[in-house]
């Protein structure tokens, strides 16, 4: 059963700001990458690859703990830890709303990235299923 995202923080995953991402290596480790944030109004969701650390992470253990800080007011912030699934469909579409989102330009492959890496990575949707939603005590 997923946890609600309370709507007094909706907009630090709907406006333009980066968040971390934090994964679990093999080891046990903690693993944390900068990573553009999307909400699908139900659901807080980064786009990623397989291939990279954080994608063969989720891959392996899906908990995951995404902290995202309002950089108007460094004290304000949510933090979401949950699991995630795991999501093959419509990335490259979702992939390039989000680009907008955050860049100028309209798509990633052939603007942000090249073109031909398409072809090399395995594109995944993590949608976070939040198990533990923590606000910061000043905005709660």
Same mark, same amino acid.
């Given at each position: ?28 480790? #903690?693993?944390? %990458? @900068?990573?553009? &944030? +999307? ?11 397989? =291939? ?9 253990? #899906?908990?995951? %703990? @995404?902290?995202? &800080? +309002? ?11 949950? =699991? ?57």
């Amino acid at each position: 059963m997923s946890v609600e995202i309370p709507a007094s923080h909706l907009d630090l995953l709907t406006r333009p700001i980066h968040g971390v991402l934090t994964t679990m290596m093999p080891d046990g480790q #903690p693993q944390s %990458s @900068l990573v553009w &944030v +999307d909400y699908d109004g139900e659901y807080v969701c980064v786009n990623t690859t397989l =291939e990279r650390q954080k994608g063969k992470n989720m891959a392996k253990n #899906p908990k995951v %703990s @995404l902290l995202v &800080v +309002d950089p108007e007011d460094t004290g304000r912030y949510i933090e979401i830890r949950g =699991e995630v699934e795991l999501i093959r469909e419509d990335v490259i579409a979702h992939l390039d709303r989000v680009t907008r989102k955050y860049t100028s330009h309209p798509q990633f492959y052939g603007c942000v990235y090249p073109l031909e890496q398409r072809t090399r990575e395995t594109r995944i949707i993590c949608r976070i299923h939040p198990s533990k939603v923590t606000l910061d005590a000043i905005h709660k």
